[in-house]
């Protein structure tokens, strides 16, 4: 019908006769560039927190650091530019079985996770990894009151050496911790560890067997884990591996938003908590002493800052 009409009568009559401005009849409509700056804030922002954000995340880290920008146009450009959040690609793995530990200590936590104390709960479970076609395993130590990593550990056997070097980099006094809480994987039930907990005064708790969800927490950082760090990375050996994983760590503790903690570190939910004991009482004798106790001679004890 429209071609009809062209071919008998000009644009200058038709517009004439619909009281239309012929301007808007040749008008093409051009969308709005977006400002390169604002791109490459969000770019820079996408890949500084190693891909892992989706777009609410992204743009709670925006916002924080003083950029202007509403959700429409982030998600405008997150599609523009391909940024997808590592969650959207992680390809899922089986799990593997741990031996069980037959320990007649039972769960103390009874799945309450939230709402504890500075250091009243940490909470331990391993996962492995592939560092050049071979099987190597990690160790965190995750304190509760802030889901803080507070050790970790890497290396090539799932054993009680692996739990005891994570449990060897924890900077806190661990006389301060209540209770360890872990699953009943027989790599942490042994003496060294039972060694530790014992000079530490430190309570047992143990999932229920066949209960995963028993250690909840740990599961889920382990997801975490495996999607923020491990996803798409490359370790070419144990060493590789260690110095990427306390390079993470620092991230994780000090510049990854929890939307659990109110879209705060879990340093700055510690610090605006005043949680935490003192860079004195760490570095003090008597916990210097402490290591000697359990067989670990000249651990480096006090603070970095």
Same mark, same amino acid.
């Given at each position: 019908?429209?071609?009809?009409?062209?071919?008998?009568?000009? =644009?200058?009559?038709?517009? /004439?006769?619909?009281?239309?401005?012929?301007?808007?009849?040749?008008?093409?409509?051009?969308?709005?560039?977006?400002?390169?700056?604002?791109? !490459?804030?969000?770019?820079?922002?996408?890949?500084?927190?190693?891909?892992?954000?989706?777009?609410?995340?992204?743009?709670?880290? $925006?916002?924080?650091?003083?950029?202007? @920008?509403?959700?429409?146009?982030?998600? /405008?450009?997150?599609?523009?530019?391909? $940024?997808?959040?590592?969650?959207?690609?992680?390809?899922?793995?089986?799990?593997?079985?741990?031996?069980?530990?037959?320990?007649?200590?039972?769960?103390?936590?009874?799945?309450? *996770?939230?709402?504890?104390?500075?250091?009243?709960?940490?909470?331990?479970?391993?996962?492995?990894?592939?560092?050049?076609?071979?099987?190597?395993? $990690?160790?965190?130590?995750?304190?509760?009151?802030?889901?803080? @990593?507070?050790?970790?550990?890497?290396?090539?056997?799932?054993?009680?050496?692996?739990?005891?070097?994570?449990?060897?980099?924890?900077? /806190?006094? =661990?006389?301060? @911790?209540? @209770? *360890?809480?872990?699953?009943?994987?027989?790599?942490?039930?042994?003496?060294?560890?039972?060694?530790?907990?014992?000079?530490?005064?430190?309570?047992?708790?143990?999932?229920?067997?066949?209960?995963? =969800?028993?250690?909840?927490?740990?599961?889920?950082?382990?997801?975490?884990?495996?999607?923020?760090?491990? *996803?798409?990375?490359?370790?070419?050996?144990?060493?590789?591996?260690?110095?990427?994983?306390?390079?993470?760590?620092?991230?994780?503790?000090?510049?990854?938003?929890?939307?659990?903690?109110?879209? !705060?570190?879990?340093?700055?939910?510690?610090?605006?908590?005043?949680?935490?004991?003192?860079?004195?009482?760490?570095?003090?004798?008597?916990?210097?002493?402490?290591?000697?106790?359990?067989?670990?001679?000249? !651990?480096?004890?006090?603070?970095?800052?």
């Amino acid at each position: 019908m429209i071609t009809e009409l062209k071919a008998k009568y000009s =644009i200058k009559k038709l517009c /004439e006769f619909l009281d239309m401005n012929r301007d808007s009849y040749y008008y093409t409509p051009t969308k709005a560039e977006i400002d390169k700056q604002l791109i !490459q804030d969000v770019k820079e922002t996408f890949y500084h927190n190693k891909g892992a954000y989706g777009q609410k995340k992204l743009y709670k880290a $925006l916002r924080k650091k003083g950029v202007s @920008i509403g959700k429409e146009k982030l998600s /405008e450009i997150m599609k523009q530019e391909n $940024l997808v959040s590592k969650y959207v690609m992680r390809r899922h793995s089986n799990s593997s079985q741990n031996a069980t530990n037959h320990d007649e200590t039972g769960n103390k936590l009874g799945r309450k *996770f939230s709402g504890r104390k500075a250091l009243e709960v940490v909470a331990s479970d391993l996962t492995y990894v592939d560092v050049n076609h071979k099987w190597h395993y $990690l160790c965190l130590l995750i304190e509760l009151s802030h889901r803080e @990593i507070i050790g970790y550990s890497a290396g090539q056997n799932k054993d009680s050496a692996l739990v005891k070097a994570a449990w060897l980099t924890i900077k /806190e006094d =661990i006389r301060n @911790i209540c @209770i *360890f809480h872990t699953d009943r994987g027989s790599e942490f039930k042994n003496e060294e560890i039972d060694k530790i907990l014992k000079v530490g005064n430190i309570e047992r708790s143990l999932s229920n067997p066949g209960t995963p =969800i028993d250690n909840a927490v740990c599961e889920s950082m382990y997801d975490i884990v495996k999607t923020e760090f491990l *996803f798409g990375e490359k370790f070419t050996d144990l060493a590789d591996l260690q110095a990427k994983l306390s390079a993470w760590v620092w991230w994780y503790n000090n510049e990854r938003l929890h939307s659990s903690l109110g879209y !705060q570190t879990p340093m700055e939910s510690r610090k605006s908590c005043e949680i935490g004991v003192t860079e004195e009482k760490i570095a003090n004798k008597k916990y210097q002493k402490f290591w000697k106790k359990v067989g670990v001679h000249g !651990q480096k004890v006090c603070v970095d800052k």
